[in-house]
């Protein structure tokens, strides 16, 4: 069974730095593209970012809002992704989900449970 | 990048009802287009991809059609476990979103 479970959610002041964990079990993590897509309460879904594979360079794809403030990096030897998120706003508040793609498309075959992550002073 | 809206926001059926949602891209997106659907509290679940292809498991109930700018999702005949809110993703060109749309009871 596939499963995604995030961690290190919480409150942090805006201007602050928070680290999310995303641990990988049930399907081969090392061969799936991952992403991160976050909700704010009451909205609809956005796209964070992308990381790709080893083998298909592991780069990584960010959406505007987030690009230089966050960074995505994976630990294939441990299952996990990460999400760096620094510089943080009131408008970051949001439900964080990782997400294993189809492939090498972007389409989200597995979801996490996601982790509340909160900026406020 | 590829914007998408929904069509309506908000929905209020009953059960057995023919339910229809209508999302639309500003530029073409193929047919390199996903549904999703979520429950409060819940990861949404992918149910339609490539515009009309069922997902594994997802009931024939649901079902999706068009290509280019426009698409919908269909629920034949509504059941108790389908109010939920329902979500378009392009996949043509990155991925976006669309806004959602929320299907209540009437």
């Known amino acids: 069974e596939v499963q995604l479970v995030e961690s290190g959610g919480g409150l942090v002041k805006p201007g602050g730095s928070l680290r999310l964990s995303c641990a990988a079990s049930?399907?081969?993590?090392?061969?799936?593209?991952m992403s991160w897509v976050r909700q704010a309460p009451g909205k609809g879904l956005e796209w964070v970012g992308r990381i790709k594979t080893k083998t298909d360079g592991g780069t990584t794809d960010f959406a505007a809002p987030v690009k230089g403030r966050f960074t995505i990096s994976r630990d294939d030897s441990k299952n996990t992704l990460f999400l760096q998120m620094n510089s943080l706003t009131t408008e970051d508040t949001a439900v964080y989900y990782c997400t294993g793609h189809r492939g090498i498309i972007n389409l989200f075959d597995y979801w996490g449970q996601g982790t509340l992550v909160t900026v406020s002073s | 990048d590829i914007q998408m809206t929904q069509s309506p926001s908000t929905l209020s059926a009953s059960v057995g009802d023919r339910v229809t949602i209508t999302c639309r891209a500003s530029q073409s997106v193929s047919g390199w287009l996903a549904w999703y659907q979520q429950k409060p509290g819940k990861a949404p679940k992918l149910l339609i991809y490539?515009?009309?292809s069922l997902e594994s498991g997802v009931p024939s109930r649901f079902s999706g059609s068009g290509s280019g700018t426009e698409f919908t999702l269909t629920i034949s005949s509504l059941q108790p476990d389908d109010f939920a809110t329902y979500y378009c993703?392009?996949?043509?060109?990155?991925?976006?979103f669309g806004p959602g749309t929320k299907v209540d009871i009437k």
């Open positions: 049930g399907f081969t993590f090392s061969n799936a593209w």
């Open positions: 490539k515009a009309s």
């Open positions: 993703q392009q996949y043509h060109t990155y991925l976006t």
